[in-house]
Every structure is written in C-alpha cells, then in structure tokens.
C-alpha cells in the first residue's frame, strides 16, 4: 500500500501534465513496469518472512548429525568410491541416524553394511581394513580421537557425507 500511492500519484501527475500520446504510452509502460517490480518485491518479501519463521522455529528443535568417515589413505574421497565396498555401521548407538544415514549413502552407492557392537570395535575395523568406511554419530569422532590407540584419529580421516535430521529438544535431551 506504501509503494502503491507514489505509483498512483506518478500515474495522475503524469496524465496532467503529459498532453501527447506518446508521453502517455511512456507513462504506462513505466507504471506498469514498477507496478510488477512492488508485486515481485512483495513476493520475495513474503518469501523471506517464511524463512525467517523456519528458522526461528527450529529453537525448539536439536540438530542431530550421523558422519560417514573413511581413511585418507585409502583414498576414498567422495561417496561414490564406496561403490561395492563395506561400511561399518553401529545401529545401537543411533538408531535413528544411522537408518537416516544408510537411505542417505544406498541413493548414491551401491554398499554392504556390517554391523558392529560399538563405534571404538566399527573405527577397528576401518583401520585394520575390514570396512572402508564407518557411519557414526558425529559426537563421537571426538571421543574416538580422545581414545588410546585412536589419537590420530581426526588427522587419518575424512568425512564424506554428514546426514543431519531435527528431533524435538525435551528437557531430557537438554
């Protein structure tokens, strides 16, 4: 409404003074012209009020992040070198997140899934070669690397796809 009555005024101020034709035609070329431009400033002003909403809502929700880790030495980079290889996967320490992880990694490579009892035992096995990658919670890549045994642990990897997924925060998550 605040753009739409300097446009008005431009229209009437125009018609008044503007005695030829073709002054006139100019004149509603130009009307026209801001006329859509404040449609399509208003439609990205709405836009951008929907996103800021999005994004004020997630304060009510906790960022949750699974890591598909493989070796640098082994020279897998990107996720589709995992084709026909095997990724060791620790379904109890996030069962959501790695159900998430594994739809995420099986759209862009065909993989086998072993299953270990925990991520210390699944991280073994990465290094002693029995899977080429591992699906893990990505709080616990700094728990490994605090691990004996796994101190090189950050500086030997490298992440190849991080799937992340927003759960409700509860007070028994906080």
């Known amino acids: ?14 018609f008044k003074f503007a005695r030829k034709t ?5 004149c509603w070329l130009v009307a026209v012209a801001l006329a859509c431009g404040f449609f399509v400033g208003a439609d990205y002003l709405k836009k951008t009020d929907e996103v800021f909403d999005n994004v004020t809502n997630l304060t ?3 960022a949750n992040t699974v890591s598909l880790v493989g070796l640098k030495k082994d020279n897998i980079e990107k996720v589709t070198d ?8 620790v379904p109890e320490a996030d069962p959501e997140g790695i159900s998430k992880g594994l739809q995420e990694l099986q759209t862009k490579a065909n993989v086998s899934v072993q299953d270990y009892p925990d991520v210390l035992s699944s991280v073994q096995a990465l290094y002693d070669g029995g899977v ?28 190849l796809q991080q799937t992340v997924w927003y759960t409700d925060r509860t007070k028994s998550a906080a």
Do not use: C
């Not at 890549?141 to 992440?159: A, K, L, P, Y």
């Open 22 to 26: 073709a002054a006139r035609v100019i």
């Open 1 to 14: 409404v605040i753009l739409a009555v300097p446009l008005l005024i431009y229209v009437i101020l125009w």
């Open 82 to 89: 995992l084709n026909d290889k095997t990724v060791g996967t």
């Open 132 to 159: 080429q990658a591992v699906l893990i919670p990505d709080n616990t890549r700094q728990i490994i690397h605090e691990t004996e045994g796994f101190f090189e642990f950050q500086t030997d990897s490298n992440v």
């Open 60 to 62: 009510d929700k906790m």
